[in-house]
């Protein structure tokens, strides 16, 4: 079916006049915060320096640390996401026994954090 060209009558014409500027209401969270608020949220960005000890690694992650180097020499095209999921797979892979060596290293290391975590907290309670 064809469309017709002939031209449709327009509509009553509405007589000229200056525009009137309409404003939107702003429905933004920030434009209704109150003004205390927007200071608080400018200030929220800033961190505390962390200056308490690093956490204890997990049998995991000693191994993870040993093992990464090897897997990226064994498979260079693969990407960062990729080589985690293969030393989970060899992680999983493991047998107690050779688990072993990265499990003493963990508790070493759980010591070492409980040891840096009292040093610490009696460090801050002497300062106040």
């Not at 693969?78 to 797979?89: M, N």
């Amino acid at each position: 079916m064809a469309r017709s060209t002939t031209a449709k009558p327009k509509a009553a014409a509405i007589p000229a006049t200056k525009p009137t500027k309409v404003t939107k209401a702003s429905t933004s969270r920030a434009a209704k915060a109150a003004p205390a608020e927007k200071e608080a949220k400018t200030k929220r960005g800033k961190k505390k320096p962390k200056t308490g000890p690093k956490r204890a690694l997990s049998a995991y992650m000693f191994f993870s640390k040993a093992m990464r180097k090897t897997v990226q020499d064994e498979n260079p095209d693969v990407s960062f996401g990729q080589i985690g999921k293969i030393l989970g797979d060899k992680w999983k892979g493991l047998s107690e026994a050779a688990k072993a060596p990265y499990n003493a290293e963990s508790e070493k290391d759980k010591i070492r954090y409980a040891n840096e975590k009292a040093n610490h907290v009696e460090a801050s309670d002497n300062s106040d």
